[in-house]
């Protein structure tokens, strides 16, 4: 099947400093790309859809100022968390379309100290 | 509301046993329901996908039904085995934008 990793797997940071996490279709071209967020024995919330060449939308909540997202090309996105705080520690997924099937990357997970 | 609810949050079996989690969901309009298995720390990872029209599909050992009228789902185990220890999660495509509404999941735990 398709494969989508995500690179770091884990990244500690400061409070205040910037994380840059990568996420990339490694065997398929996906236009639109997708951010989600999850918190200790809690499911998958989705925090934004990245589309390739334009902006990305946003969910009702997630600061898009404080979560960049950029599709620069039809296999990588990426997601800066700007001036990160503790309270932005968690499990970062990205997940590709493809056709119907949306294949999810191993995670990353951001602990800011 | 779209919604879709999981049950039970959580489950103990010994190894060999089967099991079978249920998702009912009220997700409307409704494009396809899929299973996903989650082990700790790590992405999840598709076991099935099912559209209105398919009752039952299979992936060796995970059979997921589907019966659209009531607007229910179960993922049924069999012969469980310690690695199947995981968090399940029951996801539904649709909701008029193609999203993907998620479950809480049923974190099954398999003991020896």
């Known amino acids: 099947g398709a494969v989508v990793s995500q690179h770091p797997s884990r990244v500690i940071c400061k409070s205040g400093t910037s994380v840059k996490i990568e996420c990339r279709s490694l065997d398929f071209q996906a236009t639109t790309m997708f951010w989600y967020r999850q918190f200790p024995k809690q499911s998958l919330m989705l925090m934004a859809t990245?589309?390739?060449?334009?902006?990305?939308?946003?969910e009702q909540g997630v600061e898009k100022d404080k979560f960049l997202i950029n599709h620069a090309s039809l296999t990588l996105s990426t997601l800066t968390v700007t001036s990160a705080h503790p309270e932005d520690s968690s499990f970062y997924i990205c997940?590709?379309?493809?056709?119907?099937?949306?294949?999810f990357g191993p995670g990353t997970r951001l602990t800011v100290t | 509301k779209n919604q879709v609810e999981q049950s039970p949050q959580s489950l103990i079996i010994l190894e060999g046993k089967n099991c079978t989690l249920q998702?009912?969901?009220?997700?409307?309009?409704?494009?396809?329901l899929r299973w996903y298995k989650q082990d700790t720390g790590r992405g999840p990872v598709s076991l099935t996908i099912?559209?209105?029209?398919?009752n039952t599909k299979s992936n060796g050992r995970y059979t997921a039904t589907l019966d659209a009228d009531t607007k229910q789902s179960s993922l049924h185990i069999t012969a469980s085995q310690l690695s199947d220890s995981a968090s399940y999660i029951c996801?539904?495509?649709?909701?008029?934008?193609?999203?993907?509404?998620f479950g809480a999941g049923t974190r099954l735990a398999v003991h020896p």
């Open positions: 997940s590709a379309r493809d056709g119907r099937e949306e294949y």
């Open positions: 990245s589309n390739e060449g334009s902006k990305a939308t946003y």
């Open positions: 996801v539904v495509s649709g909701g008029g934008y193609n999203k993907l509404i």
């Open positions: 998702c009912n969901y009220t997700v409307s309009p409704f494009s396809n």
């Open positions: 099912m559209t209105f029209s398919e």
